[in-house]
């Protein structure tokens, strides 16, 4: 069994630094990609602050196509360059959104869901999908959280067989 728990910062940490680790602990000797989408989206939400959604869409075609998630039921599909998910994808760069309603063409899937950041999942080159996360919080996102979320990506990568 494998506890998460939102543990107190020490002074100059980064909560990154733990989820990181403890992501790490879940790949090791697992290399399938639902299996590992699912655990570091079930890591990431219950161990992260203020979130109400965390989780992975996947590229297929022109779209994105909901994956492995925690939270609310979520949309389904996403063309390629339309809200949040869809620019971050095409653009092929991190997102950090701090207000999502002043976001023109914002997806919302859940009403609740003020900021968000948005990582793509890449292998060299290649967009495989991206990693999403919401916050009930306006502002609750910063360019840390986007550095932070973007080596667990990198890791996720590294440690899974992705298309």
Same mark, same amino acid.
């Given at each position: ?22 992501? =790490? ?14 655990? =570091?989206?079930?890591?990431?939400? !219950? ?58 063409? !914002? ?57």
């Amino acid at each position: 069994m494998f506890a998460t728990a939102r543990s107190p910062q020490e002074p100059g940490s980064s909560p990154y630094e733990e989820a990181r680790a403890q992501a =790490l602990a879940l790949f090791e000797g697992e290399r399938d990609a639902t299996a590992n989408a699912a655990n =570091l989206a079930a890591l990431l939400f !219950h161990s992260l602050p203020e979130l109400n959604w965390a989780g992975f869409y996947w590229l297929r075609g022109s779209e994105l196509v909901l994956g492995p998630f925690q939270g609310r039921p979520a949309c389904v599909r996403i063309p390629l360059g339309k809200g949040v998910c869809g620019t971050a994808a095409a653009l092929r760069a991190t997102i950090v959104v701090p207000d999502v309603n002043a976001f023109s063409g !914002h997806i919302a899937c859940d009403s609740a869901s003020r900021s968000e950041v948005v990582v793509p999942v890449m292998r060299a080159e290649r967009l495989l999908g991206v990693l999403d996360l919401d916050s009930p919080r306006v502002e609750r996102f910063t360019e840390e959280d986007a550095r932070g979320l973007e080596a667990i990506v990198r890791d996720f990568v590294e440690a899974t067989d992705l298309g």
